[in-house]
């Protein structure tokens, strides 16, 4: 079992940057791949970005390309996402999630695990 817990997020302006951290608990965190969803008000859940066991590969949503890195530490059992540039459009709760795969998977079916979320806004 593995249960995740996402921090860092919080209210800034548009072109403004935050780091999201997920924590996440259990003894075999490194063989599974990670990844950032999102879901605005009134919208469904959307794939971010996701990262493979091993860091060696990722994966992003065309809208965060260029803008979002996600990254993580298997020693220290987390996984963040870097933001840059943000956009009032990218104003969500982002949840962590993790799965059984190995790499970089995007369907939210492929995932398990999920966080309970922290809240990002974007002020124009």
């Known amino acids: 079992q593995v249960q995740l817990v996402e921090s860092g997020g919080g209210l800034v302006q548009a072109g403004g940057s935050l780091r999201l951290s997920c924590a996440a608990s259990?003894?075999?965190?490194?063989?599974?791949?990670m990844s950032w969803f999102r879901q605005a008000p009134g919208k469904e859940r959307e794939f971010v970005a996701a990262?493979?066991?091993?860091?060696?590969?990722?994966t992003y949503a065309a809208f965060v390309k260029g803008r979002f890195t996600i990254s993580r530490d298997n020693l220290k059992k987390n996984v963040y996402l870097q933001m840059n540039n943000l956009k009032p459009e990218d104003t969500a709760v982002y949840y962590c999630a993790a799965s059984y795969s190995s790499g970089a998977v995007v369907g939210s079916s492929e995932y398990r695990y999920w966080g309970q979320g922290t809240q990002v806004a974007v002020s124009s």
């Open positions: 990262i493979s066991w091993g860091g060696g590969s990722t």
């Open positions: 259990g003894r075999t965190f490194s063989s599974y791949a």
